[in-house]
């Protein structure tokens, strides 16, 4: 399938630079197409998804590998529009959240664990970070694999990792109890634009061979910045009025006038507060 092998290859050079070989008549070749050309999809039709379809898609979000058949990651599908709202109106930065037929949270449940071993009878001496560290990668794998089959039946997707600005007020809503916290959230919709590619960090840069280094780093997102300037320009620079207006604006100068603020620091109070133990 030529057009697919083209499609890929076009993808990931938009993405990371490099010209990447396909052997002919490798296998899965539509499902790679699929997942090299992902983007998120903020924009969505006014179009309902049946509640079948979405379980259908937690299902298969939920089939995804779990540290040791542990399973401790959990969805919360919310369709009621006033519960969407209220979301919505913590994040008014976030308008596609209210547009969004459908949202989801996905859940680190480090409760689950202990409960079974109190019904079995046996003590728990694991109530320390990995409890959390465990059930939050389970919950990002899920949430990946929801958004993989999400986009394999033409649905766009965008996660939302600042409802934890507002972890408590989340919490609130869903009802969620001790140990079971909010990792990301996920806005659901069929798309009602095409969407673009993102590019990414040069695989030189995140794909280590046999040692890590980052040697190189500096020159790396340099490079990284200009090229991705010349497919995606920012539209507006943050804080001009703190940091003045860049000549040049690349991801590096975004992400580091976005991270010098501070960003959460009460979300391990709230970790805290959920009685995870984070020693
Ligand atoms: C864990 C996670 C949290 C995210 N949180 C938000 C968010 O709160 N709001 C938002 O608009 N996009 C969010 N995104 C989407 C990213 O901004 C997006 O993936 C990134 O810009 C790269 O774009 P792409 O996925 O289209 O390649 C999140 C993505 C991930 C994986």
């Known amino acids: ?5 083209s499609l890929i290859k076009k ?6 630079g490099e010209q990447l070989e396909i052997d002919t008549g490798l296998g899965g070749i539509d499902e790679v197409a699929r997942i090299s050309t992902h983007r998120v999809h903020r924009r969505y039709l006014a179009r309902d998804i049946s509640p079948r379809l979405v379980r259908l898609l937690c299902a298969c979000a939920l089939s995804a590998p779990s540290k040791s058949d542990l399973q401790q990651a959990d969805i919360v599908i919310v369709r009621d529009k006033s519960k969407i709202d209220a979301i ?13 037929p459908v949202f989801l949270v996905f859940l680190a449940n480090g409760r689950r664990l202990p409960k079974i071993c109190q019904m079995r009878g046996k003590p728990f001496p694991n109530d320390h970070l990995d409890l959390l560290f465990n059930a939050t990668v389970d919950a990002a794998i899920v949430m990946t694999t929801f958004l993989r089959a999400a986009e394999a039946v033409g649905l766009g997707c965008c996660p939302i990792s600042v409802i934890r600005d507002h972890a408590a007020i989340v919490s609130e809503l869903l009802a969620l109890p001790d140990k079971v916290i909010p990792v990301v ?10 969407g673009r590619i993102t590019p990414r960090l040069s695989l030189g840069t995140t794909v280590h061979e046999e040692r890590f280094t980052d040697k190189n780093l500096d020159a790396a997102i340099d490079a990284y910045d200009r090229r991705r300037a010349a ?6 620079q943050r804080e001009p009025e703190r940091f003045g207006q860049s000549e040049f604006y690349g991801w590096s100068e975004d992400k580091a006038r976005q991270y010098a603020v ?9 970790v805290r507060s959920k009685n995870f133990r984070l020693d």
Do not use: K, N, Q, T
């Open 231 to 236: 497919i995606l320009p920012y539209r507006s």
């Open 262 to 270: 501070p960003l959460r620091a009460d979300f391990g109070a709230f």
């Open 185 to 194: 959230g996920m806005c659901l919709g069929w798309p009602a634009e095409g």
């Open 88 to 100: 919505g109106d913590l994040l008014p930065e976030m308008p596609w959240l209210r547009d969004a």
């Open 11 to 16: 993808a990931l050079f938009d993405r990371f």
């Open 1 to 5: 399938m030529p057009d697919l092998v």
